[in-house]
């Protein structure tokens, strides 16, 4: 008879995770939903165009160059916190 039990509590444990597995995929779909438009950071922006980035850097435009480019674009880096961002996505890059 407590195995029966012990099978019943599983069960029941198994649904309320998936409940609760169903919750959460919902309220993390609705936080993304509200967060879409939101102003993003200059690093997560640069990490969405740093494939061109590289292009321009090694097709020869200088840091101030492609700084300047961007800036027209409404990034406000500066150009000491554009390399040292510029470098940290590279490692990020060589890790994945």
């Known amino acids: 008879m407590d195995h029966s039990i012990e099978e ?5 444990l198994q649904a309320k995770t998936l409940v609760d597995k169903e ?30 980035v590289e292009d321009a850097l090694s097709a020869g435009a200088s840091h101030s160059a492609v700084l300047d480019t961007l800036h027209n674009q409404g990034f406000s880096l500066t150009l000491s916190s554009f390399q040292s961002t510029l470098a940290r996505l590279r490692r990020e890059r060589r890790v994945a």
């Open 8 to 12: 019943q509590t599983d069960r029941a």
């Open 23 to 52: 919750k959460v995929s919902a309220a993390l779909r609705e936080l993304a939903d509200e967060h879409r438009g939101v102003p993003r950071s200059d690093t997560a922006r640069l990490r969405e165009v740093l494939d061109d």
